[in-house]
C-alpha cells in the first residue's frame, strides 16, 4: 500500500509518491477523500485531488490494496 501515481491527465505525477498526505492516509484506511485546494509549481496549475480506496477483488469491506 502506497501512495504512488499511477493515473494523472498531467503524466509529470506518473509515479511520484504523496503516501505521505492526509487525503492518501485516508484512502488506505478506507474512507474516499477529497484534498483542499493546492497550487502545483509543477504544473503551475491549482488543483484538488480525490483518493479512494482501491479493494482486493473490486468488494468493499475486503482489504484495501491501495488508495
Known amino acids: ?9 498531467d503524466e509529470t505525477l506518473i509515479g ?3 503516501g505521505d ?3 492518501i492516509q485516508n ?3 478506507g474512507v474516499t477523500k ?12 491549482s488543483f484538488m485531488a480525490i483518493a479512494t480506496p482501491v479493494y482486493a ?3 468493499s469491506g475486503k482489504d484495501v490494496i491501495g488508495p
Do not use: H, M, Q
Not at 34 to 45: I, K, P
Open 34 to 45: 477529497w484534498d483542499e485546494l493546492r497550487y502545483s509549481s509543477v504544473s503551475n496549475a
Open 16 to 18: 511520484l509518491d504523496f
Open 1 to 9: 500500500n502506497t501512495g504512488k501515481v499511477i493515473f494523472s491527465y
Open 57 to 59: 477483488n473490486g468488494t
Open 21 to 23: 498526505r492526509n487525503y
Open 27 to 29: 484512502a488506505l484506511s
